[in-house]
Nanobody, 115 residues
């Protein structure tokens, strides 16, 4: 099994930056892709960014040019660098890992952007 632990969420002013981290442990060899999702109050969870085992990345249109996803394979971590944050980025951010036979979520980390 794989376990995921996120960190880095905080309260930040609009225009500021944060870096979220997600550490994977357990059967990490089963992980193929990893990604970040977010869920704002009253809204559905949405994909923010993802990265494949070949380092191919994709982003939601709302974060393109502001957010960058990266992956540290030796440390089994994935990061989300968030720049020029906006109040609409406020949400709980979840890390997800997936493979051929698995899909695992982290517990989430709160990001709040004040105007």
């Amino acid at each position: 099994q794989v376990q995921l632990v996120e960190s880095g969420g905080d309260l930040v002013q609009a225009g500021g930056s944060l870096r979220l981290s997600c550490a994977a442990s357990g059967s990490t060899s089963s992980i193929d892709g990893m990604g970040w999702y977010r869920q704002a109050p009253g809204k559905q969870r949405e994909l923010v960014a993802s990265i494949s085992s070949g380092d191919s990345t994709s982003y939601a249109d709302s974060v393109k040019g502001r957010f960058t996803i990266s992956r540290d394979y030796p440390k089994n971590k994935v990061y989300l660098q968030m720049n020029n944050l906006k109040p609409e980025d406020t949400a709980v951010y979840y890390c997800k890992a997936w493979g051929r036979l698995m899909g695992v979520w982290g517990q989430g980390t709160q990001v709040t952007v004040s105007s």
